[in-house]
């Protein structure tokens, strides 16, 4: 049984930082590449990056790319969002969810029918 489970996160000013963590138990970790995604209230979920089985390569989406990083820590089998320069917008609940392969094909893989096991999400709250 795979268990996804996000943690961090919290309230953070606008142009401040924080972290969420993912980490992942019940399959080979590194035979899989690993998203995140957010929600906000009213909205539909929005993928916002993907890293591959080695870390090597990672597709962000562009209302985040050159403000979130995207890492993983294969043995931890955990993964990691960094957030910077954050903006009232990002507010939302964050979830790290597995792909279904290694790998982070362009665009596809910023959509929810690219994974298969999804944790709980947790909450990112920006403060204007």
């Known amino acids: 049984q795979v268990e996804v489970e996000e943690s961090g996160g919290g309230l953070v000013q606008a142009g401040g930082s924080t972290r969420v963590s993912c980490q992942v138990s019940g399959l080979t970790f590194d035979d899989y590449g690993m998203g995140w995604f957010r929600q906000a209230p009213g909205k539909e979920r929005e993928g916002v990056a993907c890293i591959n089985w080695s870390g090597a390569y990672q597709y962000y989406s562009k209302s985040v790319k050159g403000r979130f990083t995207v890492s993983r820590v294969n043995t931890k089998n955990t993964v990691y969002l960094e957030m910077n320069n954050l903006k009232a917008e990002d507010t939302g609940v964050y979830y790290c969810?597995?792909?279904?392969?290694?790998?982070?094909?362009?665009?596809?893989?910023?959509?929810?029918?690219?994974?298969?096991?999804w944790g709980q999400g947790t909450q990112v709250t920006v403060s204007a």
């Open positions: 969810a597995t792909r279904d392969r290694s790998d982070c094909p362009i665009d596809y893989s910023l959509r929810p029918e690219a994974y298969t096991d």
